[in-house]
């Protein structure tokens, strides 16, 4: 009895000695350690500063198409606000669960008019009203519709003007409900682009 005993502890010191269980140990602590710190420094980002889109529907054809992959910029707009012209995405209004793409036309305090095809936007700069360039739009459908938006209301419109549930059905949109604006196109590889889709006022 006391010889096997004994042979139970040599066995045991002799396996912690032994160079390929430690190598073994050691590359599951460094393993373990690996994900700890990706997680400590990839889930900040990925939760305020940016975070993958993917487009899904035609809503923004022909500036973006079904499948497309983005990257979004969550962090810009803790320093400065949503501008006219600028591709968002943001959480849908009636089920804030599902993410939007869509185009800003109106600030708070614009009066957006629509007549047909043409956008007016009125504002304190502008009170007798500035029609929009819509070089963009490729897709349109003729709309009959005037709003002034809130302090903290923005008037968004898919590029597909008609194939785009928008503004013009559902309203506007609330400022805190702005996730950020399209930062970087990665997919496909033959449009990847930098702040893709924008267009300046």
């Known amino acids: 009895m006391c010889q096997t ?18 190598t073994k140990a050691s590359g599951i602590k460094d393993f373990i350690s690996f994900i700890v710190i990706t997680a400590i420094v990839v889930l900040p980002i990925r939760i305020f500063v940016a975070q993958p889109f993917v487009v899904s529907g035609s809503s923004m054809s022909p500036t ?15 320093f400065s606000e949503p501008a006219r012209g600028d591709v968002i995405i943001f959480r849908y209004p009636i089920n804030p669960e599902k993410f939007f793409i ?18 007016l936007i009125k504002n ?7 029609s929009l360039d819509q070089s963009f739009v490729v897709f349109s459908q003729e ?13 968004v419109m898919g590029d597909n003007r008609a194939a785009s549930l928008d503004s013009r059905s559902w309203g506007p949109l609330k400022r805190d409900l702005i996730v ?20 300046l006022y």
């Open 180 to 199: 950020g604006r399209a930062f970087i196109r990665l997919w496909p590889f033959n449009k990847i682009d930098y702040l893709p889709g924008g267009f």
């Open 124 to 130: 304190a700069a502008n009170p007798e009203g500035i």
């Open 143 to 155: 709309t009959s519709l005037e709003i002034t938006l809130a302090d903290d209301n923005y008037f």
């Open 102 to 119: 869509k185009r800003i036309i109106g600030l708070p305090g614009d009066t957006v008019k629509i007549d047909g095809n043409e956008v």
């Open 64 to 78: 973006f198409e079904n499948g497309e992959y983005l990257i979004v910029d969550q962090l810009s707009y803790n």
């Open 5 to 22: 005993v004994l042979w139970i502890k040599m066995t045991s010191k002799q396996m912690s000695d032994d160079p390929k269980i430690k």
